[in-house]
């Protein structure tokens, strides 16, 4: 703060620029913020900002101009922050540049191509364009010294805070200075208490320490009882098993005999089974024997039979040629014949000389079929 205000151009009353980017319309007594132009920057912000406060209408309707457009005027103030008045011309001289170099020339391009160059309706138009431009110039102040004005608040809240944290802290401190009073008063309370409790558990530990000795040696004696009634237990279960042995070892001895004995009858039974067995055997063998004795007997048979015929074709054939011989000698004849059927001489002789055959190998080797009828097998058994 402290700074000295810098004066502005005194524009003509007919309106002209009061500072580099500020046209100002009007008598040009008044410029915006009330005349503030020779006051000191914190007085001038001061004043500002109660202007700021009092809303968007101040005494002249916007933003607290003295005045209408048309009669007061705009300036540029810097506030607190000295850089304030730089950004503010910065701003103007942008938009005073875009409003003479685009605005005004297409005023007067459209109004010369109208036919209207010179009269009133351009300057009209020319007076509404230049109220606009006041208004954008206002707006954009506004806002440019409004966003400060919040940081200002934002900073002194800021240092308000610092110094409330300051304070905060003090009051804290001596809080703490109280606190560690507090404490060492009620730390040196708890280790005169901690002393007493510590010699009323020392006295109960001795009290526990002497009931612990007799529960011990109250303990001991149970113990030995203990193991004096479990050495007895050990020596009646030692007599026990001592009895339970010798009546395990003599079941043994009788589960020995009893299994030798069912050995015994099961090699009893086995050799029952294998005589058995023989027998049967020596049966179905007789069996067999005397199934080929009786081969044997029918094949001799058969043998007698087939000699006996072999024996008697001849002698029928004879006896035919006799009774031929006889029919056509004499006319007649007698017949003698001992066979009852006809039969064929080679066949039936060719027939018993192999059955004749069979026989006496069968009789001399013994090893055909029906040889054991004519062997020594039977005579053997």
């Given at each position: 703060?402290?700074q000295s205000a810098q004066p502005w ?46 809303g968007a209408s101040g005494p002249s ?221 020596q049966l179905a063998g007789a069996n ?94």
């Open positions: 703060m402290g151009n005194n524009p003509s009353a007919g309106g002209g620029w009061a500072s580099p980017g500020v046209y100002v319309t009007g008598d040009g007594g008044s410029a915006y913020g009330q005349g503030l132009l020779s006051q000191d920057p914190s007085a001038a912000y001061a004043q500002q900002q109660a202007i700021n406060r009092q309707g916007q933003f607290g101009m003295a005045g209408s457009t048309a009669q007061g005027g705009m300036q540029s103030m810097s506030g607190a922050n000295p850089y304030m008045k730089a950004q503010g011309d910065a701003m103007l001289n942008q938009l005073t540049t875009n409003f003479q170099r685009n605005v005004l020339p297409s005023i007067d391009s459209s109004a010369a191509a109208s036919g209207n160059y010179g009269s009133s309706r351009q300057g009209v138009v020319q007076a509404n364009a230049m109220d606009q431009f006041n208004q954008n110039a206002s707006n954009s102040l506004a806002n440019l010294y409004g966003s400060n004005y919040g940081q200002e608040l934002s900073y002194n809240l800021g240092l308000g805070n610092l110094s409330n944290q300051a304070q905060a802290n003090k009051n804290n401190f001596e809080l703490g200075m109280g606190g560690l009073a507090n404490q060492y008063t009620i730390g040196m309370g708890n280790i005169n208490n901690q002393a007493q409790a510590n010699a009323i558990n020392w006295g109960l530990g001795k009290g526990n320490l002497a009931n612990q000795a007799q529960a011990n040696e109250n303990n001991l004696e149970l113990g030995r009882g203990n193991l004096s009634n479990q050495a007895q237990a050990n020596k009646n279960n030692l007599e026990l098993g001592r009895g339970s042995l010798a009546n395990q070892a003599q079941a043994n001895a009788n589960n020995y005999d009893v299994q030798m004995n069912n050995n015994g009858l099961g090699f009893a039974q086995l050799d029952r089974q294998i005589n058995q067995d023989n027998f049967n055997n067999f024997g005397m199934n080929l004795w009786n081969q044997g007997q029918t094949n001799a048979q058969n043998a007698i039979n087939a000699g006996q015929t072999i024996q008697n074709t001849p002698a029928g054939y004879y006896g035919q040629f006799s009774n031929y011989a006889n029919m056509h000698g004499q006319g007649g004849g007698t017949t003698n014949s001992s066979s009852s059927a006809p039969g064929s001489v080679t066949a039936g002789a060719l027939g018993g000389y192999q059955l004749y055959n069979a026989w006496n190998n069968s009789r001399n080797n013994g090893n055909s079929p029906g040889g054991a009828l004519w062997g020594n097998d039977l005579s053997s058994r």
